[in-house]
């Protein structure tokens, strides 16, 4: 069964930094590229950064040089540091595959930034 299980969201000033962990199941990690999505109110889903099994991140632009990807392919944990936040940054931060994305998305975890 494939489940993600995002978390780690917060609410941080701008400047601030946070650390979203997201758990995978479902057998297929190792082996996929997997990506971070956010969804901001009033807008749709966007690909925030992707990574392939072994490799580099690959970053929209308006998270270039602020956050980076990482993974544990041995405990199927996706990791998304953020640093240097910005108000945009504001959204629900989903995981995902970084394509042929599963219909049955996590939760979420709610990132607000603001002073």
């Known amino acids: 069964q494939v489940q993600f299980v995002e978390s780690g969201g917060g609410l941080v000033q701008p400047g601030g930094s946070l650390r979203l962990s997201c758990a995978v199941s479902?057998?297929?990690?190792?082996?996929?590229?997997m990506a971070w999505y956010r969804q901001a109110p009033g807008k749709q889903r966007e690909l925030v950064a992707s990574?392939?099994?072994?490799?580099?991140?690959n970053y929209a632009d308006s998270v270039k040089g602020r956050f980076a990807i990482s993974r544990d392919n041995t405990n199927n944990m996706l990791y998304l540091q953020m640093n240097s936040l910005k108000f945009e940054d504001t959204a629900v931060y989903y995981c995902?595959?970084?394509?042929?994305?599963?219909?049955?998305w996590g939760q979420g975890t709610q990132v607000t930034v603001s002073s």
């Open positions: 995902n595959r970084a394509s042929s994305t599963f219909p049955s």
């Open positions: 479902g057998g297929f990690f190792s082996i996929s590229a």
């Open positions: 990574m392939a099994s072994s490799g580099r991140g």
